[in-house]
């Protein structure tokens, strides 16, 4: 049974502050924490309520109860385990050939799904701005299905970092050049702003080039896409020169 304690540690997790203080996050689900072991994510403690399904060695594995895993769950549906794990010291890659760059994107969801995206398009590096949403929030790690294992994601001021990178930088936009008519580099990085205010003044003084999809419905009434939708429709055409 698990304490007080212990419950109100975990819980806690499920903000920013706690989870720098405690330098732990969540992982829910079999699924993902099966996976665990061969990255470079560290266990700290896995609770299960059948941890005879866990195929892996680890220390500090408990069974728990169906309520108990309740109380520490963040899911509305509970799955099987929680594995409280080690936040691991955060690094840059420095030898990229793609990479996306997320300026101020605020819904955990739509950061989960863009990290799923860049594991789909193998691309190794997602670097952003201080306040894009946290890549360790509960909801970011579940949107990402166990992507987040395999793309590194690094936050920094972008404004320093742009201004020393040395290939070409794209961004997003209303308006920009057709994607479906734009030559893609060898080697760049690609800018997504913010989902009401798209990409930042500052930002957008650091960018080479503007690019766009273009509308083909009759109504042109839709005022914008999803930011994560679009990643997907800018990967796609990308990765289909390639």
Known sequence: MLTAHTIKTIQSLDKKKYRQKYNLFLVEGNKIIKELPNSDYEIENLYSI??????????????????????????????????????????????????????????????????????????????CSNDTVDVYNPKVIQATMGSFLRVNVFYTNLDEYLRDYQYPILGTDMNGENIYETQFPERFSLVFGNEGNGIRPSTEDLISKMITIPRFGKSQSTESLNVSMSAGIILGEVFSKK
Request: glycine share 6%.
């Open 50 to 127: 059948d941890p005879e399904n866990i195929t892996f060695k680890t220390k500090g594995i408990e069974k728990i109860l169906p309520n108990d895993l309740k109380k520490i769950s963040f899911l509305q549906h509970p799955k099987d385990s929680v594995a409280v794990c080690k936040i691991p010291e955060s690094k840059i890659l420095t030898d990229v050939k793609i990479q996306l760059i997320l300026d101020g994107i605020q819904d955990p969801g739509n950061l989960g799904t863009i990290i799923r995206l860049a594991d789909w398009f193998g691309i190794e590096q997602i670097i």
